[in-house]
């Protein structure tokens, strides 16, 4: 529901502000990284990645910030999850779909005082624009460069999100350390059993 009559505004986060929210707050990353007796992280630095260039065009007005909180920024990384977690283009497509539609995120064009005209998407509700934001950042970026660049990470008691940004497209690990960790585990298994 709108307050006051009135929709919010939003544009798309940077891949990174979006895979460091997911990771950050979403309670599956938490668990499976053992994360969970780590504070969540502080919701001033949503403030601090407002006031730099990292989030582009994507502003937190007064009322959208004084909607979130630890729980709400939570819930919209748990929500974003499930679509990295998709098993096929046609799954990812259809959660990221139903998650626009029950966010009630609709495309706008904007008319600057020069008369140009910018594409923003719009949420009725200021509670709903973090939710809207990560959304349209993935929905920006799978139309780009497809499916196949994002996902959850391949490595043991991992399951942190990625979006590929590399020129290869062949990344499948949230991290170098996970990467490592996975290396060194299929090494020293192979190791036991050519001993064994």
Do not use: K
């Amino acid at each position: 529901m709108a307050r006051g009559g009135s929709s919010v505004t939003v544009s798309a986060l940077t891949p990174d502000v979006l895979v460091d929210l997911v990771n950050g707050w979403g309670t599956r990353p938490r668990q499976e990284g053992q994360r969970t007796d780590e504070p969540l992280p502080s919701l001033d630095s949503l403030d601090a990645l407002n006031s730099s260039d990292s989030l582009g065009d994507l502003a937190l007005p007064g009322a959208v910030r004084d909607a979130l909180d630890a729980d709400a920024v939570a819930r919209v990384a748990d929500a974003i999850h499930p679509v990295f977690a998709a098993d096929d283009a046609p799954g990812c497509a259809d959660r990221l779909t139903r998650l626009l539609s029950a966010a009630g995120a609709r495309p706008v064009l904007t008319a600057a005082p020069d008369g140009t005209l910018h594409a923003v998407w719009s949420v009725a509700a200021p509670d709903g624009a973090l939710l809207v934001a990560a959304a349209v950042t993935l929905r920006a970026y799978l139309a780009e460069h497809g499916w196949g660049r994002i996902g959850l990470c391949a490595g043991a008691h991992c399951a942190d999100v990625y979006i590929d940004q590399s020129p290869g497209g062949r990344r499948r690990f949230c991290s170098v350390t996970c990467q490592n960790r996975t290396r060194v585990a299929a090494f020293r298994s192979r190791r036991a059993a050519a001993a064994g």
